[in-house]
């Protein structure tokens, strides 16, 4: 095995490489079922909350919620969005997961962990709470989103990423 040692990295311009480095790290998670019916956003119950230390930092966001969507007799797939401060973020909502075909059978069911990350740019001193929100995909035939389905546990971390340093 090799090994590099160096006293300095410099960009060919001479100037440094900016080092980036993390600083809180908050995580929240839930394991309660919650059923939803309806096609309106619904809190899933998983929810965290971080207080970035300055306007330029960034939150990384990593969230694991597990997901189950039934339906009787038509496909079934639920929706899922996360929220901040209470508004969606844009881009950030998905119409199509745990999506199955009914085929001609009876009952549908699919579920499992539905994962993701995203880096935010919150530009605030104040607390930011992030939240999932999700909802069943089509109304009718008892379609229902199971989110934490046997009180399974569903997570999300916060990670500050501060802002960037000149070394």
């Given at each position: 095995?090799?090994?590099?040692?160096?006293?300095?990295?410099?960009?060919?311009?001479?100037?440094?490489?900016?080092?980036?480095?993390?600083?809180?790290?908050?995580?929240?998670?839930?394991?309660?079922a919650?059923?939803v019916?309806?096609?309106?956003?619904?809190?899933?119950?998983?929810?965290?909350?971080?207080?970035?230390?300055?306007?330029?930092?960034?939150?990384?966001?990593?969230?694991?919620?597990?997901?189950?969507?039934?339906?009787?007799?038509?496909?079934?797939?639920?929706?899922?969005?996360?929220?901040?401060?209470?508004?969606?973020?844009?881009?950030?909502?998905?119409?199509?997961?745990?999506?199955?075909?009914?085929?001609?059978?009876?009952?549908?069911?699919?579920?499992?962990?539905?994962?993701?990350c995203?880096?935010?740019?919150?530009?605030?001193?104040?607390?930011?709470?992030?939240?999932?929100?999700?909802?069943?995909?089509?109304?009718?035939?008892?379609?229902?989103?199971?989110?934490?389905?046997?009180?399974?546990?569903?997570?999300i971390?916060?990670?500050?990423?501060?802002?960037?340093?000149?070394?």
């Amino acid at each position: 095995m090799s090994t590099l040692k160096v006293t300095n990295l410099q960009k060919l311009d001479g100037t440094s490489f900016p080092i980036g480095k993390f600083g809180q790290v908050i995580q929240g998670s839930a394991s309660t079922a919650v059923n939803v019916t309806s096609s309106s956003f619904t809190d899933t119950g998983l929810t965290a909350t971080i207080t970035p230390t300055a306007t330029t930092s960034k939150v990384m966001i990593h969230v694991t919620q597990m997901l189950s969507s039934d339906r009787d007799n038509e496909d079934c797939w639920s929706r899922l969005r996360l929220v901040r401060d209470g508004s969606g973020l844009s881009g950030l909502e998905w119409s199509k997961l745990e999506w199955d075909e009914a085929g001609g059978v009876g009952a549908v069911k699919a579920g499992g962990l539905t994962t993701f990350c995203y880096l935010d740019s919150p530009s605030t001193l104040n607390a930011v709470v992030y939240k999932l929100q999700g909802s069943a995909g089509a109304s009718g035939n008892n379609s229902t989103a199971r989110f934490q389905m046997g009180n399974e546990s569903s997570f999300i971390q916060l990670i500050e990423v501060l802002a960037w340093v000149q070394n």
